[in-house]
């Protein structure tokens, strides 16, 4: 029984396909980034798993239960939006409240004036109360309690938002780029908080963001959304280490993976240039070979040939951008500090069995090293 | 960084250049100044001091009464009617186009398409002249040839001489005062509307609000404040100072039962000449609508902005 759902949904705004057939499965507990290009239907994805928005087709299901045709109420997720989206006339203690205020309380016991004295109403207002201080001092906001959103900061105002979601446990968890207005150092701590947040509440948990190293840091499977399409769903290690598809292998990863149009020959060699690189394949023709810039480095004996343009300082390492072969392919390579960095021409190696493979589609290649050693 | 460079320009400056500054500054408000004083605050203060005096038209001499003529206003019947039809028009006309307004705005805010239509529709009248409407509005009206009684008298009901009689002829007006304001208030809602995040009607569907009832307590009523508050003290100052239906259509009649606040101002002034006492009424209509005013910036907008 999974946490959150998604089976083959498609949506279509006029002529631009927003979601082309996507299929995803959250296990309960499990949190689960999906990571993609802004317009990319990531958050068209999440809203229609809300209930905000009607998918045209496909199904969702919230905890075993098919919830398609259910609204957002009826669904039991909890979402944190982008604005925070908290009612600005409420204190932060109303606002955490209004989830158990719409959940516990019959439409009598709300309504105004009546409702107080409503048989039932005060010991239920009493309680909800009780649980939404609860909430807010879990989150470090029990001395804000009566304050308005105005009156807090940006910090302060997504924490509320956060307590607002968690206050009625819900059975999914649903955030949409709640850290993008955050500032960097700020960011860096609430994403450690709400790692946390989701290992104590437990709910399956979808995650949406444009930012890789949210999605890297903090999620147990990645979910890469390229076009409107789930490209590959994987642990963070192997969506970076293990890109099914070119298009993941560029979109992930900072800087971008080198490009190397490469050729492979009727015995399976590859060659860049002519030159074979001690790299073995059963696919034909032209194909690219992706590698990380960390996965180069300058060598004597390396197979590829390449000239330094200019060096950029990180810190702890440094990049060095440049040109390899005859067709000058823009490569980038990182180093570490303190490295001899090369001045001019150089021969550059790369570790086969970090390398990648894709055929002209953009899927991956199977790649065997050294199997066609050059002869 | 930008404020840093301004403040370095602006170190070194002679005394004399700041000086020149503030003198420039002084030249460049003097038309708004000007005008400001020449076209509003003269009058007013005008106004003010011939209230205390009995002047009038043509008359050779001017004497200063002191609160002769209010005195005379608290004993005048006849101001006394204009000042209660003043308020029974303003009670129905304001609570009615502002309800009615917001009513509309979120029916036509609900809507797919034909919004802009609905709108245009409803804000006919606030762009339509006032007299020559009225004149429609009087055959609209008229007990024999009108179509309000001739429909009325299709279902078997004998219709009331809408603006000849004084039962019914302010509730007439403030029908038609209903008629010319809901449009103005209605775009103003909708504007209110269309500020309202979407975002916010969101959440508050995923924190489990069912009903739209909820939903427009929760989140609409609540963020329409601001709009609510200014639609409030708007149209009340707008229907405190009704004037022009009155004028084409009843003239304060019949018997005085359509009489209002500034037709009486009007009449004693510029049918009597009695400047004097007309002012006077003038300063009981500006202290009306100070009030208002005061209500909203002291009493409400701290209730409606939550920043």
Same mark, same amino acid.
């Given at each position: 029984m999974a946490g959150i759902t998604i089976q083959t949904v498609t949506k279509r705004f006029g002529s631009v396909t927003a979601l082309a057939g996507v299929s995803l499965d959250v296990q309960p507990g499990e949190f689960v980034a999906l990571v993609g290009p802004s317009g990319c239907g990531k958050t068209t994805l999440m809203r229609i798993v809300a209930g905000i928005e009607r998918?045209?087709?496909? +199904?969702?299901?919230? !905890?075993?239960?098919?919830? *398609?045709?259910?609204?957002?109420?009826?669904?039991?997720? &909890?979402?944190?939006?982008? /604005?925070?989206?908290?009612?600005?006339? %409420?204190?932060? !203690?109303?606002?955490?409240?209004?989830?158990?205020?719409?959940?516990?309380? /019959?439409?009598?016991?709300? #309504?105004?004036?009546?409702?107080a004295v409503w048989p039932g109403s005060r010991a239920a207002r009493r309680a909800i109360r009780q649980d939404?201080?609860?909430?807010?001092?879990?989150?470090?906001l029990g001395t804000m309690l009566d304050r308005r959103p105005a009156q807090l900061s940006g910090g302060q105002r997504q924490r509320v938002a956060l307590a607002r979601a968690i206050v009625r446990s819900p059975k999914a968890f649903l955030m949409d780029e709640p850290l993008s207005n955050l500032d960097a150092? #700020?960011?860096?701590?609430?994403?450690?908080?709400?790692?946390?947040?989701?290992?104590?509440?437990?709910?399956?948990?979808?995650?949406?963001?444009?930012?890789?190293?949210?999605?890297?840091?903090?999620?147990?499977?990645v979910a890469v959304m390229l076009g409107g @399409?789930?490209?590959?769903?994987?642990s963070p290690d192997r969506i970076y280490a293990d890109p099914q598809d070119l298009r993941v292998a560029t979109f992930i990863g900072s800087p971008r993976i080198n490009t190397l149009p490469v050729e492979a020959r009727a015995d399976g060699a590859v060659t860049f240039d002519g030159e074979p690189l001690g790299l073995g394949?059963?696919?034909?023709? &032209?194909? *690219?070979?992706?590698?990380?810039?960390?996965?180069?480095?300058?060598?004597?004996?390396?197979?590829?040939?390449?000239?330094?343009?200019?060096? @950029?300082?990180?810190?702890? /390492?440094?990049?060095?951008?440049?040109?390899?072969?005859?067709? @000058?392919?823009?490569?980038?390579?990182?180093? #570490?500090?303190?490295?001899?960095?090369?001045?001019?021409?150089?021969?550059?190696?790369?570790?086969? @069995?970090?390398?990648?493979?894709?055929?002209?589609?953009?899927r991956r290649a199977p790649l065997r090293q050294a199997a066609h050693a050059d002869v | 960084m930008s404020d840093a460079a301004a403040a370095a320009t602006l170190r070194p400056r002679s005394r004399a250049g700041r000086q020149g500054e503030g003198l420039a500054g002084l030249l460049l408000t003097l038309p708004a100044s000007l005008s400001y004083i020449v076209l509003l605050l003269a009058p007013t203060l005008a106004a003010v001091l011939l209230a205390f005096t009995d002047y009038e038209l043509g008359a050779p001499s001017i004497r200063w009464i002191g609160l002769e003529n209010f005195a005379e206003l608290a004993e005048d019947r006849g101001f006394q009617v204009s000042l209660?039809? *003043?308020?029974?028009?303003?009670?129905?006309? !304001?609570?009615?186009?502002?309800?009615? !307004?917001?009513a509309l705005a979120l029916l036509i805010e609900s809507l797919t398409r034909g919004r802009a239509l609905f709108r245009a529709v409803f804000f006919l009248p606030v762009v339509s002249l006032p007299v020559a409407m009225a004149t429609a509005w009087q055959y609209l009206l008229h007990p024999t040839i009108g179509p309000v009684n001739a429909l009325l008298r299709d279902i078997g009901i004998a219709g009331p001489a809408w603006l000849t009689s004084s039962d019914t002829v302010l509730l007439s007006l403030a029908f038609i005062g209903i008629w010319e304001a809901i449009g103005f208030n209605l775009v103003l809602f909708l504007a209110g509307l269309t500020a309202i995040p979407r975002e916010l009607h969101h959440a508050a569907e995923v924190d489990g609000v069912k009903s739209a009832w909820e939903r427009f307590r929760l989140v609409t009523w609540p963020l329409l404040g601001p709009t609510t508050l200014f639609v409030v003290t708007?149209?009340?100052?707008? /229907?405190?100072?009704?004037?022009?239906?009155?004028?084409? %259509?009843?003239?304060?009649?019949?018997? +005085?039962?359509?009489?209002? %606040?500034?037709?009486?101002?009007?009449?004693?002034?510029?049918?009597?000449?009695?400047?004097?006492?007309?002012?006077?009424? *003038?300063?009981?209509? %500006?202290v009306i609508v100070l009030a208002l005013m005061l209500l909203q910036t002291r009493v409400l907008d701290r209730r409606v902005h939550y920043g």
């Open positions: 998918a045209d087709s496909g +199904r969702i299901g919230i !905890a075993g239960r098919d919830v *398609t045709d259910l609204r957002a109420a009826d669904r039991d997720v &909890a979402m944190v939006f982008q /604005s925070y989206a908290l009612y600005p006339h %409420l204190t932060v !203690a109303q606002n955490i409240a209004v989830p158990l205020l719409m959940r516990r309380l /019959s439409a009598a016991q709300r #309504l105004p004036l009546i409702g939404a201080a609860q909430a807010a001092a879990a989150l470090g150092a #700020l960011r860096v701590q609430t994403r450690r908080e709400i790692v946390e947040i989701h290992r104590r509440v437990g709910a399956a948990t979808l995650y949406v963001t444009h930012d890789q190293t949210e999605a890297l840091t903090m999620a147990d499977r @399409e789930i490209l590959q769903v994987d394949t059963p696919a034909q023709g &032209a194909l *690219t070979l992706a590698l990380r810039p960390e996965d180069l480095r300058p060598d004597p004996a390396g197979p590829l040939q390449a000239v330094a343009e200019h060096v @950029e300082f990180l810190g702890e /390492s440094l990049l060095l951008h440049g040109r390899v072969g005859r067709g @000058e392919t823009p490569v980038t390579l990182r180093l #570490l500090r303190g490295s001899l960095v090369p001045q001019a021409a150089f021969r550059l190696a790369f570790a086969p @069995e970090r390398a990648l493979l894709f055929d002209p589609e953009g | 209660r039809n *003043t308020l029974v028009y303003v009670g129905i006309v !304001a609570p009615a186009s502002i309800a009615g !307004a917001l708007i149209t009340m100052i707008r /229907s405190v100072r009704t004037f022009d239906s009155v004028a084409v %259509l009843t003239q304060g009649g019949p018997n +005085r039962a359509s009489e209002v %606040l500034l037709y009486t101002m009007y009449t004693e002034g510029f049918t009597f000449f009695r400047l004097g006492y007309s002012a006077a009424i *003038t300063l009981v209509f %500006l």
